[in-house]
């Protein structure tokens, strides 16, 4: 459906007559929003048990010494995905871009780097999350990959919290998608269980 919502919107009809045309509608605006969309529904269609969905964050500050005029002003965290599996938690953040990594130019010698500012934002997120410090909720930067860049796998411990920097591969067939987007799951999700699922899976299909 939001395919069909991308193509619909991007096809303008002119005044003029037989002068009806195409936009380009491959953006990073709308294309970002399908891709987080796409990953949202997935795990809402494949893994209901994992309650899939977007949510808003609250600022872990102390509202009897907080000006409570100054609350107004901070800025609203939304989550593109959660993922919640007894007391464990999984935040991504979708990102879709021509670059996965990026150089900073005023660095001599710099290397390729990730981009700061998403690794700013996940660590806010997952740190307002988790506000008791358990290090149950962990973030996940997943990024379309590029093919300049190519697969991104990075995975790092930060204040109590695991943190972790991928890419998805959407240049190949349906099921290798599946199985990365599956992997991710691993991340809450023990493999035990999801074994145990993919067998329950299996013997019910056997017995109708």
Known sequence: MNICYLIYDR???SDKQDDNYLWNFIDDI?????YEKFVLN???KHYPELKAKSE????NVNSMNSDDEALAFLPRMRTDITLT???KILIIDTKFYQYSLVKYSRYQNSH???HSDNLYQIFTYVKNKDKINTGNVKGLLLYAQTVKDGEIRHKYM???NEFYVQTLNLNQDFARIKAQLDDIVNLIKDK???YYKMMCTQNIGHIN
């Open 158 to 160: 930060m204040a109590g």
């Open 30 to 34: 709308n294309m970002a929003n399908l």
């Open 56 to 59: 808003v964050i609250s600022w």
């Open 85 to 87: 599996y007894a007391n």
């Open 42 to 44: 997935y795990y809402k």
């Open 112 to 114: 390729l780097k990730h």
């Open 11 to 13: 096809h303008i009809l």
């Open 192 to 194: 035990k269980a999801l």
